[in-house]
């Protein structure tokens, strides 16, 4: 028998950038990673990567970012007051940050350009527009 749309499965992963970075792992996490396969908790391409795989088999597969998390938008590049920026945040190039949204939800972002009065941020996934490899193994499923 092998996963199917609906199942809960269990998969340890390694996930890496094109350089051989490591960039995730269930390790990391400590434990394998738990969802319900084709339901669309997890990116795309993990998603369908489990979808007809058996106990204990592993699979490297390569995702574009149409699989992954996308292109980057243009629209998710903003500029910010200086002022507007918590205090206790270094307003420099590569500082990660996290902004909330009027609706209260919290998203990442990083600082791209430091002007004189304001920044610019960036509020795309650090992982949009990169191809990820991942290795899958399935641990289980029911």
Do not use: W
């Not at 243009?74 to 902004?99: F, R, S, Y």
């Not at 609706?103 to 600082?111: L, M, S, T, W």
């Not at 527009?129 to 290795?135: H, I, N, Y």
């Amino acid at each position: 028998m092998a996963v199917e749309k609906g199942n809960t499965v269990k998969v340890n992963y390694t996930g890496t950038l094109e350089d051989g970075t490591v960039f995730d792992s269930s390790e990391k996490h400590g434990q394998p990673l738990e969802f319900e396969a084709g339901s669309g908790q997890v990116i795309k391409g993990f998603d369908d990567a489990v979808i007809g795989m058996e106990k204990g088999e592993t699979k490297k597969v390569a995702l574009k970012p149409s699989e992954a998390y996308g292109e980057p938008k243009p629209e998710l590049t903003q500029k910010i007051p200086k002022d507007k920026i918590p205090k206790e945040v270094e307003a420099k190039e590569g500082t990660q940050l996290v902004m909330q949204l009027p609706q209260g939800q919290q998203i990442p972002a990083r600082i791209t350009e430091v002007g004189e009065k304001d920044i610019t941020v960036d509020l795309n996934h650090p992982l949009a527009g990169k191809t990820l490899t991942f290795e899958l193994t399935l641990e289980s499923y029911e």
